[in-house]
């Protein structure tokens, strides 16, 4: 039997496939007890059953705000509506359907009509088939969507109060960290995550290789980028600005973790606004954020810290990728126009020109040619002139040498966590061979659990190689022989990019042969007795 019923209103239909939509968000204020998915469940099927509509499924969105429509379950149902799966929507109440009230109003006065969809919200009283839209509707979506509205502002101005303090928010922790067991505002070190990042700023720092080198030497070791960890570790984690289907480290990767400030153990939050509710979030002016110094142990120290920022200001350029850079990239400039000079190898000879003059020509700058082995020469020989000069050489030493050696500990005790746990799963896949050949478990079973296993086998192998290897650096930065050498003697005899970064700002050449040194120290600290630019010709 088909009845026409007045305009706005769905066409009667002798039966029913219907889908009952549940929605909890605590964002938007829901009350848990009246709006919990079991109170929607029983009160959706209650009215099902008195009705005789048949339920084709269960559409659950838990923890979705209904501020937007990009809900997964809610985007299945529509398509589920478009392929004629379902033909009747039932919802508690209309806040549970969405908060936006134009979206909404759109479903609802649109969308359902024209693909012949029956709404029914059990509380508010509304069924389409009965009866036409009432005009007091629109004005409960527009409510619901204010109450939202409301709601969100206060969320915000607690989560804000809470930045403030230096609580973290965050539903993921930075990778290197994880949330204390005892209290989810604390950030406490996560071992191996830590030891990733901090190999990553000693290869950019100590090792001279560039971004995208240093993500293809992770990625040869077959060490999990962060989004790939946090999943092993069993979060529910979806990288926003990653390709799909990406799983590897990529040089934006190790560009944000050299940038992010949280590793100098400051809570660094509050980057992004929304201007309403539902809208997209837009990234504000660093002097915007809000950060609160010294909230968790740092995994940088400030000295590493400080000379990797000093280096990607410097936009040090790592042409071939596939050898190590000089120890020199990034420290020298042309004397006239001010560019970084290129390195370049003729016959297997080495030696640096002018940036500007390698891309544009002559009309734009000299070329300042000078080789890599004369200049290291010249440089080594002021070195140790200066050297003879410092009267605290360990001061400056002690100020840049790295702070993070006592992690050795706290990384033995991550190794036998891992050691354990792979010691179990190696246990539970013997179990699992004799659950097997006892016939408890299907050849099928069997493979698909063996599968799993030796997945977490691998990782846990790889993690504690690279727990080992993290160990390992750590206790050689105790004997770092250069170091012994130079406070021992007073000179050095090859160059070196740690002394480098210990001792000069810049190094500047001229055409007319004529070498500028810049060091990183001045008459203010009492530790060279003249100047700190020396000219060389």
């Known amino acids: 039997m088909r009845t026409q019923v007045e305009s706005g209103a769905v066409v009667m239909n002798d039966s029913y496939e219907a889908a009952l939509y549940l929605r909890l968000s605590k964002e938007d204020g829901d009350k848990i007890e009246s709006d919990s998915i079991a109170t929607q469940r029983a009160i959706l099927h209650q009215f099902a059953d008195d009705n005789n509509i048949a339920v084709f499924q269960e559409y659950i969105d838990d923890g979705f705000t209904g501020t ?20 009747c929507i039932i919802v508690k109440d209309l806040s549970r359907f969405g908060r936006d009230y134009i979206e909404t109003g759109r479903y609802l006065e649109r969308f359902f009509p024209e693909n012949d969809i029956r709404f029914i919200s059990v509380n508010d009283h ?52 994880m949330k204390d067991p005892a209290d989810k505002h604390r950030l406490i070190v996560d071992e191996y995550a830590a030891a990733i990042v901090r190999r990553i700023f000693h290869m950019y720092v100590d ?24 999943k092993q570790s069993g979060f529910h984690y979806t990288n926003g600005r990653k390709i799909n289907n990406t799983t590897y480290w990529t040089y934006s990767t190790i560009h944000r973790m050299l940038n992010n400030q949280m590793y100098l153990g400051d809570m660094v939050q509050g ?37 990797a920022q000093l280096l990607m200001k410097k936009n040090i350029k790592h042409p071939d990728f596939g050898s ?62 200066v050297l003879g000069e410092i009267s605290d050489l360990h001061a400056i030493y002690d100020k840049g040498k790295p702070s993070n050696i006592s992690n050795s500990d706290a990384l033995r005790a991550e190794i036998n966590k891992t050691q354990t746990s792979l010691e179990k799963v190696k246990r539970m896949k013997l179990s699992l061979y004799e659950d097997y050949r006892e016939g408890v478990l299907s050849k099928n079973e069997y493979l698909e659990y063996k599968e799993n296993y030796d997945k977490e086998e691998a990782a846990l192998r790889n993690k504690l190689a690279v727990l080992a290897n993290s160990v390992k650096n750590e206790e050689s930065a105790l004997e770092n022989p250069w170091v012994t050498h130079l406070l021992k003697y007073r000179q050095v005899e090859e160059m070196d990019r740690q002394i480098l970064l210990m001792l ?34």
Request: hydrophobic letters at 30%; glycine letters at 6%; a positive charge.
């Open 68 to 87: 937007h429509f990009n809900r997964p379950d809610f985007i299945r149902m529509i398509q589920d509506a478009a392929d004629k799966k379902i033909n």
């Open 126 to 177: 509304i069924d389409s088939c009965k009866t036409a839209y009432d005009m007091i509707l629109p004005f409960k979506n527009i409510f619901n969507e204010q109450y939202a509205r409301d709601i969100s502002t206060k969320v915000q101005s607690a989560f804000k109060a809470k930045q403030k303090k230096g609580d973290f928010i965050g539903a993921f922790p930075t990778y290197g960290y």
């Open 207 to 230: 090792e001279g290789k560039g971004q995208i080198a240093i993500s293809n030497q992770l990625n040869n070791e077959n060490i999990p980028c962060p989004s790939e960890y946090k």
């Open 271 to 307: 980057k992004s606004v929304r201007k309403t509710h539902n809208s997209k979030a837009k990234l504000l002016p660093k002097d915007d954020w809000i950060i609160i110094r010294n909230t968790h142990e740092a995994i940088i120290e400030q000295g590493s810290w400080d000379k």
């Open 324 to 385: 190590d850079p000089s120890a020199l990239s990034g420290f020298i400039v042309c004397g006239d126009c001010g560019r970084g000079m290129a390195k370049n190898k003729v016959n297997g000879i080495v030696y640096f020109k002018c940036g500007s003059n390698k891309r544009y020509g002559s009309k734009i700058c000299k070329p300042h040619t000078i080789r890599e082995s004369v200049l290291k020469n010249i440089l080594i020989k002021d070195f140790n002139r």
């Open 504 to 537: 000069v700002e810049r190094i500047t050449i001229f055409e007319d042969n004529v070498i500028q040194i810049r060091y990183n120290f001045s008459n203010k600290s009492k530790l060279l007795p003249e100047k700190e630019e020396v000219y060389l010709e």
